[in-house]
């Protein structure tokens, strides 16, 4: 698998529920970032997490970090139809490298 | 809290023509990238930048592509001739220090090549 690989690739839930994604990558990261991206639109920027944390919140958002899995989870508590888009992981190629590897995204959608 | 800023926020050209897609990174970071994004794909590095030259770059990034950071606070991509799989969006991001590689991205520019 490639670096940053999210699964599921989509995901169809009522408002109200929780949203769970989960990303695994391949080498070791000194950080991991989740994104947000609506149809056709930016990527807005939703959290980053460090290797040494295991666990970070933002609002309705819980990151999780399992460095030992390299694997990362979002969780999306009480899902409202606004939160339909795609979640993408993100994490460095590299501990010391440029580039930034994206996963192919989870795309949520959240019915009303 | 500061951000990466990106201008024109949608840019439509014809095919042939130069494009030039501008960035404001951060205003302490020293790393700059851009990125892009082809509809429905994923999004794909194709350089970095600093200290004035190119760190890095993919394959994607031929010689139609060029970058520049023309003064203290601009961070440019130039594509030469436009063909129409150019078509995508494209993302600038920036970091402080290598390192530790945190990228903060813009909020892209979409590109249309007729």
């Known amino acids: 698998s490639q670096q940053g690989e999210e699964d599921p690739q989509a995901l169809s839930i009522q408002e109200g529920e929780n949203a769970t994604m989960n990303c695994s990558y391949k080498t070791s990261i000194n950080n991991l970032q989740w994104y947000r991206q609506n149809s056709g639109r930016g990527l807005v920027h939703l959290i980053l997490?460090?290797?040494?944390?295991r666990e970070k919140h933002s609002g309705r958002l819980r990151v999780t970090l399992d460095t030992s899995k390299k694997s990362s989870s979002l969780l999306i508590t009480a899902s409202r139809a606004a939160d339909t888009a795609s979640y993408f992981c993100?994490?460095?190629?590299?501990?010391?490298?440029?580039?930034?590897?994206f996963g192919a995204g989870t795309r949520l959608f959240v019915k009303a | 809290e500061p951000e990466v800023t990106q201008t024109p926020s949608h840019q439509v050209t014809q095919m042939g023509q130069e494009v030039i897609l501008r960035c404001v990174p951060i205003s302490n970071h020293l790393y700059f990238y851009w990125y892009r994004q082809i509809l429905g794909q994923k999004v794909e590095f194709l350089v970095s930048?600093?200290?004035?030259?190119?760190?890095?770059k993919s394959e994607i990034f031929d010689d139609q592509f060029s970058v520049e950071r023309p003064d203290g606070s601009n961070f440019t991509l130039k594509i030469r001739s436009t063909k129409l799989e150019d078509s995508a969006m494209y993302f600038c991001?920036?970091?402080?220090?290598?390192?530790?590689?945190?990228?903060?991205f813009g909020p892209g520019t979409r590109l249309t090549v007729l």
């Open positions: 991001a920036s970091s402080e220090v290598k390192g530790r590689n945190e990228q903060f």
């Open positions: 997490i460090r290797s040494n944390e």
């Open positions: 930048f600093y200290n004035n030259e190119i760190s890095e």
């Open positions: 993100a994490a460095p190629e590299n501990t010391g490298g440029f580039k930034t590897i």
